[in-house]
């Protein structure tokens, strides 16, 4: 991770998105009606945070979808962990969230947070006189180095009866051999039950392409994985859909629209149905569960 100057603006890693992220949760934190509480997202970001969200292009605009599916994602947590008495949460590319810190987590949960060793140590830092409300481990690994990878789901699954995972914001920026791979080494973990991630869709992808939005699909960290199947990909690797919820629907749910989102809410009835669904899941978010597991 690139801590830079205050000066250095420019995203020089894909762990750099973190810092922006940590931006738009510090400004819904401190919103009347907030949908969660980070009190930490404004120490994580930094002024380099700050600075990158200044300097992008539409990166004040882009808030809301970082938002909804930081509020979604808590939601998922919540009722896999109450649904399954989930007893290990494994937080993959994990960045600057800090959900061991202000969510309401039963003291019996071990969360496991895996990145850089750059962001762990950076985060670590950040975070020294802060007190996590359950047990918290930190693991710093290259998730794209598959043996490494293997032998820490294996120490994880033989320490643990019912493992959820989460990969939120780090899919799409893989390839798709590699998510492959990921999805077949979490399905061969026994006691690995639960998934929660976002995904693009292809049309969004191509979309961001040929957009002012384009810089998120070239340089240092490039958008690039979006499955034409959405959920059904992970099928053959043994993964099922427990709930999916599209990013669109959730912002109109949670009252974080897009600054012109009313637009497509008015003309709606106008727009063909095919063109509405793929509008509709243009970003997904999906709970996982691995096929044939039974919930207790």
């Known amino acids: 991770m690139n801590t830079g100057t205050t ?14 992220v940590a931006v738009y949760r510090a400004i819904e934190s401190k919103r009347k009606d907030a949908l969660f509480h980070d009190a930490y997202a404004e120490t994580l970001a930094g002024e380099r945070g700050k600075q990158i969200v200044e300097n992008m292009r539409h990166g004040k605009t882009g808030a809301w979808s970082m938002i909804v599916r930081t509020a979604v994602m808590d939601e998922f947590i919540h009722r896999v962990i109450k649904e399954d008495n989930v007893d290990t949460v494994v937080n993959l590319a994990a960045g600057l969230d800090a959900r061991p810190y202000r969510m309401d987590l039963p003291s019996s949960i071990k969360w496991i947070e895996v990145d850089f060793s750059d962001m762990i140590s950076y985060k670590e830092e950040r975070l020294s006189d802060a007190k996590p409300r359950c047990s918290l481990e930190r693991v710093k690994l290259d998730l794209i180095d598959s043996d490494a990878r293997k032998r820490l789901f294996d120490r994880i699954n033989a320490e643990s009866r019912r493992v959820m995972v989460i990969t939120e914001g780090l899919l799409v920026y893989l390839r798709e051999e590699e998510v492959t791979a990921l999805a077949a080494d979490l399905h061969g973990q026994a006691n690995f039950r639960w998934w929660i991630m976002d995904i693009l869709s292809p049309v969004m992808l191509d979309w961001m392409k040929r957009s ?13 994985f979006a499955p034409e199947e959405a959920a059904g990909f992970f099928g053959p690797y043994g993964w099922t859909a427990y ?14 629209e897009p600054a012109l989102g009313w637009l497509f809410r008015f003309f709606k009835p106008l727009i063909p149905k095919n063109r509405r669904e793929i509008i509709s899941n243009m970003d997904s978010y999906l709970v996982m569960l691995k096929r044939n597991a039974t919930l207790v």
């Open 7 to 20: 000066n250095d603006s420019q995203i020089t890693h894909v762990s750099d998105t973190a810092l922006w």
């Open 243 to 256: 709930e999916v919820r599209s990013v669109v629907k959730e912002a109109w749910r949670l009252k974080r």
């Open 212 to 224: 002012s939005f384009k810089h998120f699909t070239e340089g240092a960290a490039r958008m690039q």
